[in-house]
């Protein structure tokens, strides 16, 4: 059989497109998908880095904070934290120019090692004074936490604000149990326990 010069021509034009498509599907498109795979990955590893060293930054910063008030040393016990906080609060509303209503101690709970104190306190004053109240609870270098935040205006059109807070405070009590002396054995006592 003899082509004729258009049938060649034809012939090679579906030839070649044959073969760009099937270097598309086997080369081209899987290379593309790859590098586009690759350029994700990249990113995620990027942005998995940029999180470890906030992370480490974080860590570091929350350690020297936490150096801080291991070196002021936390209360060893709920009435001194109680009494730190009491005198805290007071001595910032007076600074602030917040007249306080109440000031009074909440329920004490555990969670270990921590003892978390809770304090109420309600409070009168000028937007301003009110600020700078919080932003004192907020800066404290004691350990404090707002827990929960009441604003209320006392009257109508005025700048007469009632603040009423729920903060908590920690101690690290001491353990009561005393340490063993080097080279005593326990003793088993009545209960069959050791002590």
């Known amino acids: 059989m003899v082509l004729n010069k258009r049938e060649k021509y034809l012939g090679i034009g579906v030839a070649t497109a044959v073969a760009l498509l099937l270097l598309d ?3 081209v498109s899987p290379w593309l998908a790859s590098w586009d795979a690759a350029q994700d990955a990249d990113a995620a590893a990027t942005l998995a880095i940029q999180n470890g060293r906030d992370m480490i930054e ?3 910063h929350l350690t020297a904070t936490w150096q801080q008030i291991l070196q002021r040393g936390l209360p060893a016990s709920d009435s001194a934290a109680e009494s730190q906080t009491l005198h805290a609060v007071a001595d910032w509303s007076q600074a602030a120019g917040v007249a ?3 000031l009074k ?3 004490t709970t555990q969670e270990p090692p921590f003892q978390v104190i809770g304090v109420g306190v309600s409070a009168s ?3 301003s004074a009110v600020t700078k109240f919080i932003w004192a609870l907020e800066t404290s270098p004691i350990p404090l936490r707002i827990n929960e935040l009441k604003l209320n205006s006392r009257k109508d059109g005025t700048d007469d604000l009632l603040l009423t807070i729920s903060l908590s405070t920690l101690c ?7 340490p063993a002396k080097p080279g005593a054995t326990p003793v088993a006592d009545a209960r069959g326990g050791t002590r």
């Open 172 to 178: 690290m009590p001491q353990t009561q149990d005393k």
């Open 25 to 27: 599907s086997l080369v």
């Open 100 to 102: 306080l209503i109440s």
């Open 125 to 127: 004053g000028t937007m």
């Open 105 to 107: 101690s909440e329920r």
């Open 58 to 60: 974080r860590q570091q």
